[in-house]
Structures are given as C-alpha cells and as structure tokens.
C-alpha cells in the first residue's frame, strides 16, 4: 500500500495545462475595434456645422376675400337658345362688332364651334408654312418661351377653375414648334391643311342658321353674366365703406331666369375695383394713393399691380380697402368674389439662419468658412421671422456695395462653439 502511494506521488505529468490568452485577444481587438472607431469619427467629423448663404425673396402680405366691380352693361335681345362667344372674354370691341351667335339647337351651336376651332387650326398651319426655311441661332430666346409657356399651363392647370386650358396648351404646342423649324427640323403641313379644309366643308354643307349679336357700344366683351352685375353702383364703387363691403360679398346673385334673353355683357370704363377688409394691423401697411401688388392664390389669374384709392374705418379694428387696376384679359374678366393676397411689403436679399447670428464688438454678424479658416463678417438685416433673416448689403456713398458683409454662397456657421476670427479649423 505504501509502495503504490510513493508510486503515484512520483508520477510527472509531461503536459501541463497553458495559461489562457483569450483575455489578452479580447483586449488586442477591442483596441483595433476603437482605433478604427476613432479614425471613422476623426475623417467625418465637422467641428461646425454650416449652411450657404442664397438669395430669397421674403413678402410680408394679407389675405383677404373681395368684391371686384365693374362698369358693366347687359347685352340683351330678343331670342333665345345656345351662345357661342365669337370674341374672348376681356377683349375689347367697338360698337357694332359682332361678339357672339345664338344657335337655336344646341347641336348647331356644336357644329360652329368644330368650324372656329377647325379655322383657328387651318389659321395656324397656314402660319408655319410662312415659317418653313427660317432659321436663327437664338435658340436660348426659343428655349425661354417653351418654358414660359408650360409654366403657364402648369399655374393654369393647377388653379381650381381651369377654363380656357386649351389656350395654354396651344401656346405651348406653338412655342415648340417654332423651336423645331428655327432649328432645322423639316416639317410639312400641306397634308394636315388638305384633311382639315375638307373637314371644313363638311360642316358647312349641315351648319344651321344663327342670330348675330353685336355690341350696343365700346367695351370689353365679357360673355357670362353672374347676377352681380348691378350690385353696387358703379359711380358709388371707389368709395365703398365696410358695410356695403360686407353686404357685397354677403349676398347671392340675382337669379338665373331673370338674365335668360342677357347675351353677355360690355365693361365700360377702364378702371374696375376691388373691395375688400382688412384688420388695422394688415391695413396699416397700405398708403392711398400708393400701388400694391394683388395675387389670386385660388385662380389661374397672374398677379395684378393696383392703386389703393380709399381706405375707411369699420368698426374697431376693421379698415375698408378700395383697389383700383385698368389691366384687362380673360382671366381678370372672369374675377368677381375671391380670395385676394395683397402684398405689403416685399424684401430680397440673403437668407441667414437666426442660429448664426452673433454680436462681436457691437457689430451683427457671422461666422463663416473660408477654406479651413473661420471669418467673422458683418450683417445687415432687412427682414426676420422666428427662424430667419433676410440681409442685405449696404451701400457706399458711391453707390458700391460695403465691403466686410456677408455674401452668397458664403458656408455660414449655424453650430459650433469656440469660434472667433482667423482660427484654424483641424
């Protein structure tokens, strides 16, 4: 027993156990893990952060909704049936000037307006064979008109009333066709012209008999009556206080039985008016006798440039508001209770982040980044909402910019601490 426990107590074990290295392995990749951690930061890290200064256009405005007046005489006679217009809306006529047709059926009233449309497009393809060989290298002036025109169609198709898309439509077909014939682009109508002559024919074998209407006297031509044409006195318009005001956009038009033989109507006077009501806040920012500009948020109409010629107290903070225009077209012709956006005042200059501005030795201004070099440069604000401020650059007695302000597309810091004049960005 004794030999056998001597025995195991000699007994050498020729392989000891190692001591782990897992630990040592977990430390060596956690720093490689943090060193490559730390190099991602350090090549995307920014010690500021900043936007570029671009130009903006800030307006100050007012909503508002309002009554449009005109000198407006009924065209009436004696038949009835289907009108079709023979001027547009808004254009204007002589006396004596045929300004629409009244069809007895509506079905013949169909047929002359496929012949107009017909004529109108026989009209135009007659125009582009006079253009057929005529080049120019002013291709920028084409390319200015195509986008003219389609930003015209988008505003139109985008308004809530759309009549007279067509217009703008065709005025974009127009504008790129002349692009492609000023260009080189070989284009042959005489096929077209041949098939639309002998669509024309036609229609006129089956054309039905109509009553002409003509204009008792100078004017615009207008071919929808509303019921509000004698609301108000004409003479009484520009001097309208705000309770006629509110009565005007209160009330409903006469209705539509008592206009059945009214075959259009004729503006008379140049000027037409606007009357709406503003709060003495919105209202002090307008002058008699001065212009404001007029947009019509709801409607395809481009904005309007009008005279303020009256301006009244109603009630404690109401103020009655007369505008006055002699500007005339389709659009404005079709105007009578809407929605109007005056614009008081407008400011264009540099739109700066409130963020960034900073006093340094009495002097508002930014900081901004110039390569890796931080500058401070000077402000001048026109204009500052909660969020912004539009800036400007004042002028020199020579009528030069002064030097030291911010300009576009300068990086303006919007975030960042320690900042001053001529440090070095790491």
């Known amino acids: 027993m004794a030999e056998q426990k001597q025995t195991e107590t000699n007994v050498i074990d020729l392989h000891p156990k190692r001591r782990s290295a897992t630990p040592l392995y977990v430390l060596l990749a956690v720093a490689l893990i943090a060193v490559c951690i730390y190099q991602i930061f350090k090549i995307n890290y920014t010690p500021v952060k900043t936007e570029i200064a671009l130009q903006k256009t800030i307006s100050r405005s007012a909503t ?26 808004g254009k204007r006529v002589a006396r004596g000037d045929n300004v629409a047709v009244v069809f007895t059926s509506e079905d013949s009233a ?38 003219s025109a389609c930003e015209s169609y988008v505003r139109a198709a985008a308004s809530v009333t759309v009549d007279g898309l067509d217009v703008y439509s065709d005025a974009v077909c127009e504008a790129i066709t002349s692009r492609q014939l000023s260009t080189g682009t070989v284009i042959d109508p005489t096929e077209k012209l041949a098939a639309l002559h002998t669509q024309l024919a036609a229609l006129q074998e089956n054309a039905g008999g109509y009553t002409t209407v003509q204009a008792n006297n100078p004017g615009y031509y207008i071919a929808h009556v509303d019921g509000y044409e004698n609301a108000i006195p004409y003479a009484d318009a520009k001097t309208a206080d705000g309770e006629t005001i509110e009565r005007l956009l209160e009330m409903s038009p006469v209705p539509s039985a008592q206009l059945q033989n009214c075959m259009g109507k004729l503006v ?53 508001v007369v505008l006055c225009s002699n500007l005339m077209n389709t659009q404005y012709a079709g105007l009578r209770k809407e929605q109007i956006r005056l614009v008081l005042e407008s400011f264009t200059g ?26 401070f440069k ?49």
């Open 378 to 426: 000077k402000i001048h604000i026109a204009y500052s909402d909660a969020q912004y401020s539009v800036c400007v650059t004042p002028k020199n007695e020579n009528g030069a910019d002064e030097s030291g302000y911010v300009s576009l597309y300068d990086e303006v810091i919007v975030e960042g601490t320690d900042l001053y004049d001529g440090k070095i960005l790491d």
């Open 64 to 89: 508002t909704e309002a009554f449009v007046a005109r000198d407006e005489t009924y065209i009436t006679a004696n038949v009835s049936g289907t009108l079709v217009p023979l001027v547009a809306d």
């Open 268 to 320: 008379d006077s140049f000027n037409w008016y606007f009357l709406c009501i503003l709060d003495t806040e919105s209202a002090a920012g307008l002058q008699t006798g001065k212009s404001v500009t007029v947009e019509f948020p709801l409607t395809a109409a481009e904005s309007i440039s009008a005279q303020v010629v009256s301006m009244q107290n109603f009630g404690t903070d109401k103020v009655a």
């Open 350 to 375: 540099l739109q700066v982040s409130n963020r960034a501005i900073r006093e340094v030795n009495g002097e508002k201004g930014v900081y901004i980044v110039s390569g890796n070099i931080i500058k």
């Open 110 to 147: 169909r047929t002359y307006s496929q012949m107009q449309e017909l004529q109108t497009q026989i009209a135009y393809y007659e125009s582009l064979k006079n253009k057929i060989g005529i080049q120019t290298s002013d291709v920028e002036a084409l390319d200015d008109r195509i986008y």
